[in-house]
């Protein structure tokens, strides 16, 4: 199996993580750059009201395909030597390799669990690729991969977050963020889910803004990241949670994650579906900014614990804006956040 798949051996995670750390990040920033269209960069004095503190948004929104995982998918790409790629997603990564693949003439899978929003089984099925809808109660994303790898020996199986290309990709986030002319942040909040998004930063920041904190924003209803960081070794969640981040439903950090954020990030804020819900209307209100559930998480966090964010200047990765429209309409019309409540969300 490909170094950093999904279901990978213990080998297979370190030598993932060997080639990460041999890697020539700037190289890596250089390639991608015509690429990739660059982060927004926002700032709202509402927002600095509602937030208590001074804030820059830096929006994938309008990334091609609608995230930050199109950077991580090109750098896979770009140094993909198989005719057929294959991943596993909850919808984001899949769109972003499926139009990256597409554009270097390489043919996708995509296995998406079954309860995938319907939006996103929509965009990955409109870059070309082939969608493999999956029970995860009863074959998990990992096994489900391992499958499809064995069936067809000469397609590389690509991790959406552990994978080292993937990952290196992700950083070149990190190096606009770093690079801004106002100069880096002093504290740098980004979504969690299996890690590749927060390690990117992490890897970005050691090189380009070392005193800068990168802080996590996990939900709570999914939060093995920070059970994992308080633990020291990977934890798992039982399932895929119950949480409307469907970006962060991941059943544990990967490895490459684990071990780039057990020793680079300052914090992981777990966050009440509440205050996702929150999260996702503040931005619509105050900055006109439609963002996914999952990311909206970065400010969810500092909404979530203001003291800790209070009198710094504070940068909020917006990750993605990929979400169903009823969902959207509900999250931005239930200001009392019943129906939230209604689904036994914490």
Excluded at 103 to 119: D, E, I, L, Y
Aim: net charge neutral; glycine share 8%; with cysteine.
């Amino acid at each position: 199996m490909h170094p950093g798949a999904p279901g990978g051996s213990p080998s297979d995670a370190a030598e993932a993580l060997e080639r990460l750390q041999r890697m020539d990040l700037p190289s890596v920033w250089a390639a991608l750059r015509p690429l990739v269209r660059p982060a927004l960069a926002l700032n709202s004095p509402a927002l600095d009201a509602a937030l208590g503190t001074r804030v820059t948004l830096y929006s994938e929104t309008f990334q091609h395909t609608g995230s930050f995982k199109f950077r991580a998918a090109m750098s896979a790409v770009l140094h993909s030597k198989a005719p057929r790629l294959l991943t596993v997603s909850s919808g984001n990564f899949g769109a972003a390799l499926a139009c990256a693949a597409a554009r270097w003439g390489k043919a996708c899978t995509v296995a998406m669990p079954q309860q995938s929003s319907r939006v996103k089984i929509a965009a990955v099925r409109a870059h070309g690729a082939t969608v493999d809808l999956i029970d995860t109660t009863r074959t998990s994303r990992s096994e489900r991969l391992a499958e499809l790898a064995a069936a067809d020996p000469e397609a590389q199986p690509i991790s959406p977050y552990d994978d080292p290309y993937v990952v290196a990709g992700n950083s070149s986030l990190g190096a606009e963020i770093f690079g801004a002319p106002e100069g880096p942040p002093q504290v740098l909040v980004a979504p969690v889910g299996g890690g590749g998004l927060s390690a990117g930063l992490v890897l970005a920041r050691d090189r380009l803004a070392p005193t800068c904190e990168v802080i996590g924003a996990e939900p709570l209803a999914a939060n093995d990241a920070a059970r994992s960081l308080r633990a020291g070794r990977l934890e798992c969640n039982p399932d895929e949670g119950n949480t409307l981040c469907d970006g962060a439903r991941t059943r544990s950090l990967g490895q490459i994650g684990f071990h780039v954020l057990r020793r680079g990030m300052a914090a992981i804020v777990e966050v009440r579906e509440v205050t996702v819900a929150q999260a996702v209307r503040l931005l619509f209100e105050a900055v006109h900014l439609k963002a996914e559930p999952t990311g909206a998480l970065s400010v969810a966090a500092v909404l979530e614990e203001p003291a800790r964010f209070a009198g710094r200047h504070v940068a909020c990765v917006v990750s993605g804006a990929n979400v169903e429209a009823d969902l959207y309409a509900r999250l931005l019309l239930d200001r009392q956040d019943l129906w939230v409540k209604s689904r036994g969300l914490p």
